[in-house]
């Protein structure tokens, strides 16, 4: 079965800070895809960003960017130049195979001015 | 091109009653997965329907059920509401079910059983 683990149940920046969220994660699949959803007040997940596993290469968007470390099964979101905007509850999820996306508990992100 | 529609968006029930939620995916998209959200529990996954197949189930108990049409819209259906019951329902769509496209989420139901 797979489990997704977020360790840091509230964190808090100032804007144009960077901040890094982390995610552990165990899967027995092979070929699997990890993602990082966004959700704000508003209550809409929004997926930021997506990472396949048998990519080495860390997925990045625009302000968003991954540390994959495949083998520590570790999934953390870098957030740079935080802004206001950004204030939201994070999930990292996990999805293997036919397996289903599992989340993990989510972490509130608050920037501050 | 329209997202995830949810309908909808505020419930309030009484327990004993029953509830259908409905879900429309994307155009073209033939997986959909359910999810119940609690402060407690946070994302729980409910069942997940592609091709109007149920591919994944999770553990709930059987008041809880669904089913997905040949258009790809998905209801699911909750039988004698508890109070436990109350909770933001989310509802998530894919091309292929399979993780390579990511998820679309709907903005969800927000069901209060009293």
């Known amino acids: 079965a797979q489990t997704v683990t977020q360790s840091q149940p509230e964190m808090s920046v100032q804007e144009a800070e960077t901040v890094t969220l982390s995610c552990t994660y165990d899967t027995s699949e092979n070929n699997y895809y990890l993602f990082w959803y966004k959700q704000p007040p508003s209550r809409q997940m929004i997926l930021v960003i997506r990472?396949?596993?048998?990519?080495?290469q860390n997925a990045t968007e625009n302000r968003f960017s991954v540390n994959f470390q495949k083998a520590a099964k570790s999934f953390s979101l870098k957030i740079s130049d935080s802004q206001l905007g950004d204030t939201a509850m994070y999930f990292c999820?996990?999805?293997?195979?036919?397996?289903?996306?599992?989340f993990g508990k989510g972490m509130k992100l608050t920037v501050n001015p | 091109k329209a997202g995830v529609t949810q309908t909808p968006r505020y419930l309030i029930k009484t327990r004993g009653q029953q509830v259908t939620l409905s879900c429309s995916p994307i155009s073209g998209h033939r997986s959909v997965s359910w999810y119940q959200q609690t402060p407690g529990q946070g994302l729980q996954f409910l069942f997940e329907y592609f091709s109007e197949t149920q591919r994944n189930k999770g553990n709930f108990p059987g008041r809880f059920s669904g089913r997905q049409f040949s258009n790809s819209r998905s209801e699911m259906n909750v039988s004698t509401l508890e109070l436990g019951d109350s909770a933001l329902y989310l509802c998530a769509s894919s091309p292929t079910g399979t993780g390579d496209y990511g998820y679309t989420f709907g903005s969800g139901t927000r069901l209060t059983v009293v």
């Open positions: 990472q396949e596993a048998y990519k080495q």
């Open positions: 999820a996990s999805k293997g195979g036919s397996e289903k996306l599992v």
